[in-house]
T-cell receptor, first 109, second 115 residues
Framework: QKEVEQNSGPLSVPEGAIASLNCTYS??????FFWYRQYSGKSPELIMS????GDKEDGRFTAQLNKASQYVSLLIRDSQPSDSATYLC?????????FGKGNQVVVIP | DTGVSQNPRHKITKRGQNVTFRCDPI?????LYWYRQTLGQGPEFLTY????????KSRLLSDRFSAERPKGSFSTLEIQRTEQGDSAMYLC?????????????FGQGTRLTVV
């Protein structure tokens, strides 16, 4: 089992809708997670970090960490065409970032 | 200082040649990471440095790969006798202190194509 799993296929959402992304992880010792956004051909850009159980909101983004169920999610409210990208979940435990394969989001105007 | 800088941005090389990439981290960032990313996958960890010390290398890092960070500032990643399977985006990231859960920031990457 990979350390971090992102299994959903591409997600298409209408402009203004909510995009919901999920990530599961295998290491029960993981305490924090990062969400990166990656535009095609570009490098990952950090958009959210969450260090404790529960929700964290930052602008249109909300991250949720559920340690009991070992998943972390990202909600993007009021989706904009500029949100069209691949979103990567990353676990920083064990001295390096373990990434999921990413979820592609396409916001349709 | 505008962020992590990687050079070159693109590299095309013939199979069997050696290539070297450079990464300049954000000033005073102690940790420096190298990752490799292929199409449709998330970045895969290769190695990391704490200051000048290389503390961990992934099993992905074959003997043809070597990385250095001689003075604890910039780092180089060398690939010897390149193979077509080495074609990927090579990403460097840095973070400000020794904690593993500190946010890491990526450079623009070096895209390697082996022909």
């Amino acid at each position: 089992q990979k350390e971090v799993e992102q299994n959903s296929g591409p997600l298409s959402v209408p402009e203004g809708a909510i995009a919901s992304l999920n990530c599961t992880y295998s290491d029960r010792g993981s305490q924090s997670f990062f969400w990166y956004r990656q535009y095609s051909g570009k490098s990952p850009e950090l958009i959210m970090s969450i260090y404790s159980n529960g929700d964290k909101e930052d602008g249109r983004f909300t991250a949720q960490l559920n340690k009991a169920s070992q998943y972390v999610s990202l909600l993007i409210r009021d989706s904009q065409p500029s949100d069209s990208a691949t979103y990567l979940c990353a676990d920083p435990t064990n001295n390096r970032l373990a990434f999921g394969k990413g979820n592609q989001v396409v916001v349709i105007p | 200082d505008t962020g992590v800088s990687q050079n070159p941005r693109h590299k095309i090389t013939k199979r069997g040649q050696n290539v070297t990439f450079r990464c300049d981290p954000i000033s005073e960032h102690n940790r420096l990471y190298w990752y490799r990313q292929t199409l449709g996958q998330g970045p895969e960890f290769l190695t990391y440095f704490q200051n000048e010390a290389q503390l961990e290398k992934s099993r992905l890092l074959s003997d043809r790969f070597s990385a250095e960070r001689p003075k604890g500032s910039f780092s180089t990643l060398e690939i010897q006798r390149t193979e077509q399977g080495d074609s990927a985006m090579y990403l460097c990231a840095s973070s400000p202190n020794g904690r593993s859960d500190t946010e890491a920031f990526f450079g623009q990457g070096t895209r390697l194509t082996v022909v």
